[in-house]
């Protein structure tokens, strides 16, 4: 019961440290931004990124309208402010605004035609290029081309609409915690098909609920917890590192033994970046246990052997018994 | 000369008799979840996503079972037949042991002969008391933590929870499965055969000094 209150204190404390530190970055993004002590990162260029982030950086914008003498305050639409902490966090942390933007919008108002400026795509700066061979971005764009995703909406969709270029960061590649790296990287699927304002910019598919058509998955909290979509939806590639064929919805693994077997597709998909720490202990695909526990998938060898060689043992002495009892033809003494 | 006991209410057989029913789709189900693989040909007796439904459906009505089974105990006098003498278990343990082991070859006298009072031998008793008071909470409890793997415990030293939970599930479900071999072998050591099966649909023990 003690140790019951000693964790509730213990949560309090932590809740309001959350707390204190959120109004914390409040009251930072309030004032002139500069870089935190605390982040590792300090970008070279983040003084001219903040002549774009004065504005795009907060939730309002302010110019002085000289023909009429009076300062014009204005909400920034939201799709259009950068969060700056991700960004310095992000894949593209160390470019300045006009590496991929065009110059012209240093200057205030921006041009209206700057609108219809042309965005780059991976390739243009990743495509075959030896210091990026490793990532096989030709590869990663000849499956994303062969996806659902492109094949439904070959006009609107771009790698962009999964992998923001301010905020995106590689994770699994790195991950310490994988269960963070899962919720990562669902909530990139779920930005888009949980959120139906954003979904319909690109389909005009009715609305639908994940967690309904999920249904059918047993302990579907637990599975979205602990593997990613991409599990189920996509076509593992035994070169890329992360497959990005996304099949269509009726292709998708329902099977449940294609996780939990022996052979489980989860060595080929969200341990296989893991499957160099060979962590065995007897069990079969025993990466899995630094993070989770699959049914199915992690039996114990050991075990397994032990509980043969048990029922054999018991099933002997039965037969040996029987055969005693048959040979001997024995009958107790009656009283 | 054989009499007749009436041993065994008829609320003990229709609880035994569901238990070794749905104990044995829980062994069935539960070797086809642990030894599942992805090939459908090759699955182990049961597909996998059916045998985690039966599976969970027959572990509900186990768990219901049992609940019955320690109510009914509290309730009745069959409670006295789990009652052990812990002075002389030992004793008498050693004693039950030999007596199957090669006094009953030898034709001696059944060591603890079947009455009113003492429906079980010491072996039995102790064995019973061991699977219905120990190992299936056990098996409950730890299924219980698999069914709801949300309310694990996340992990002791290091080591997942859910793994202990599951090591302890399936190594007490082995062991219970292994009594259930036993149990079943050691009930055609009635005065014929199927004598002993023959009691738990009748409830009459034929006593003849025997099992």
Redesign the interface.
């Given at each position: 019961m003690n140790f019951k209150f000693l964790r509730i204190f213990i949560l309090l404390i932590l809740v309001n440290i959350s707390f204190t530190s959120i109004s914390f970055g409040f009251k930072l993004k309030k004032e002139n931004w500069k870089p935190k002590d605390t982040v590792n990162f300090v970008s070279k260029y983040y003084k001219e990124n903040e002549n774009c982030l004065k504005c795009h950086g907060q939730n309002i914008y302010e110019y002085r309208n000289e023909s009429q003498g009076i300062n014009i305050r204005h909400a920034m639409s939201s799709e259009k402010i950068i969060n700056r902490d991700a960004f310095y966090q992000s894949n593209h942390k160390s470019f300045k605004c006009t590496d991929c933007h065009s110059d012209e919008y240093l200057k205030f108002p921006h041009a209206g035609e700057l609108r219809l400026e042309q965005m780059y795509n991976c390739l243009d700066c990743h495509g075959n290029d030896p210091k990026y061979a490793q990532f096989h971005f030709e590869e990663i764009d000849s499956e994303y081309q062969k996806s659902i995703h492109f094949q439904m909406e070959k006009d609107g969709f771009t790698c962009w609409k999964c992998h923001n270029p301010h905020y995106y960061k590689i994770s699994i590649r790195n991950t310490e915690n994988l269960k963070k790296t899962i919720a990562y990287d669902n909530s990139i699927c779920l930005s888009c098909h949980s959120d139906y304002a954003k979904f319909q910019l690109l389909s005009d598919k009715e609305e639908i609920s994940i967690i309904d058509k999920h249904d059918w998955l047993?302990?579907q909290?637990?599975h979205f917890k602990n593997v990613r979509c991409i599990e189920c939806h996509t076509k593992a590639n035994d070169s890329l590192l992360v497959s990005h064929l996304i099949m269509p919805k009726d292709s998708a693994v329902r099977?449940?033994?294609?996780c939990?077997?022996?052979?489980?597709?989860l060595m080929a998909s969200l341990y296989k970046f893991k499957s160099k720490e060979k962590r065995k202990d007897g069990f079969i695909n025993g990466v899995m246990?630094n993070e989770?526990?699959v049914?199915?998938a992690?039996?114990?060898e050991y075990?397994n052997s032990i509980?043969l060689v048990?029922?054999f043992i018991?099933?002997g002495i039965?037969v040996v018994?029987?055969t005693?009892?048959l040979a001997?033809k024995?009958?107790?003494?009656?009283? | 000369m054989s009499h007749k006991l009436y041993l065994y209410p008829k609320w003990i057989r229709l609880w035994h008799l569901f238990n070794a029913l749905l104990f044995l789709t829980l062994i069935i189900t539960g070797i086809s979840?642990?030894?599942?693989?992805?090939e459908?040909a090759n699955?182990f007796i049961i597909?996998?996503?059916r045998s985690?439904?039966i599976h969970n459906f027959a572990a509900l009505l186990l768990t219901l079972n049992y609940i019955i089974f320690v109510t009914g105990n509290v309730l009745t006098k069959n409670r006295i037949h789990y009652r052990i003498n812990w002075k002389t278990i030992w004793k008498d343990l050693l004693i039950q042991f030999k007596y199957?082991a090669y006094g009953?070859?030898?034709?001696?006298?059944?060591p603890f002969p079947v009455t009113e009072t003492t429906k079980f031998n010491p072996l039995q008793k102790f064995v019973y008391v061991l699977a219905m008071f120990v190992g299936l909470p056990l098996l409950i409890i730890s299924g219980v933590g698999?069914l709801f793997?949300?309310i694990t415990i996340k992990g002791i030293f290091g080591v997942?929870g859910?793994?202990l939970t599951?090591?302890l599930h399936?190594?007490t479900g082995?062991f219970l499965s292994?009594f259930m071999?036993?149990h079943i072998?050691t009930c055609t050591l009635g005065?014929k055969p199927l004598t002993l099966f023959k009691s738990m649909i009748t409830g009459y023990h034929e006593s003849?000094?025997?099992h």
């Open positions: 047993p302990n909290s637990v099977r449940c033994n294609e939990h077997s022996q052979n489980s597709i246990l989770s526990y049914i199915g992690n039996r114990n075990l509980s048990l029922f018991v099933l039965i018994h029987t005693f009892r001997k024995v009958k107790p003494k009656k009283k | 979840m642990q030894y599942t693989d992805k459908s699955t597909k996998f996503d985690v439904a199957y009953m070859f030898k034709g001696q006298k059944h698999l793997p949300e997942s859910l793994i599951d090591i399936i190594t082995f292994l071999i036993i072998y005065s003849d000094d025997e």
